[in-house]
Every structure is written in C-alpha cells, then in structure tokens.
C-alpha cells in the first residue's frame, strides 16, 4: 500500500464519519424522527457504556469469569451497590477503586 492510499483513506473514512455523524446536526431541523426512534435513542449512551465496561468487569485473562474471586466484578458491583443508595458519582469511582484495590490485594 502506497502512501497515496493510505492518506486517500484516511480522508474518505474521516468524510465518511463526518457525514454519518455531522447529519444529525446539519439536517436536525429538516428531518423529523418518529417518537418511538428518539426514545430509543435515549438508552444509547447507557447501552455503549455497557458494551465497554461489562466486558472489562468479566474478562480475566482473555476468559469469562463470573465468580466471587474476581475483583474487578465484585468492585463493578460494589460500586454499583454504593450508586444506587447515594447518587454521587465521585463516591462512586472512589469506592470502586478502593474495593477494587483491596479486592486484588486479598483475593
């Protein structure tokens, strides 16, 4: 692969994301979604950020692992637990590492 078509694709997928991503905002007024689509859309950053935080909580060493020796899991609930009786989001990352890291260091 020459440079030419390394930097000709960079340019087509950086157009492309634009395009794909930018619509929303350029044509927002223009194009009316149905209810039923923006309501779904509404779950979509809780979704993401559940595709990428779940797999880190269960994965160990490339392997499911759904058990009470896994520290990252019993400190994604500890902190979970710790949300949803409080409702303060700095509390909750200190009391995910704090468990996280005392987890590690007992189990």
């Avoid at 194009?31 to 160990?60: E, S």
């Avoid at 020796?69 to 909750?92: E, V």
């Amino acid at each position: 692969m020459s440079d030419l078509d390394t930097w000709l694709a960079i340019g087509l997928l950086t157009l492309a994301t634009l395009i794909t991503r930018g619509s929303f905002f350029l044509l927002g007024h223009a194009v009316k979604m149905p209810p039923k689509v923006q309501h779904a859309l509404r779950y979509a950053p809780a979704a993401a950020l559940a595709a990428i935080v779940v797999p880190d909580l269960v994965l160990v060493n490339g392997a499911i692992q759904v058990s009470w020796m896994n520290p990252k899991l019993m400190a994604g609930i500890a902190a979970t637990l710790f949300f949803l009786y409080k409702r303060h989001m700095l509390g909750t990352i200190i009391v995910g590492m704090a468990a996280y890291s005392l987890l590690r260091v007992i189990l």
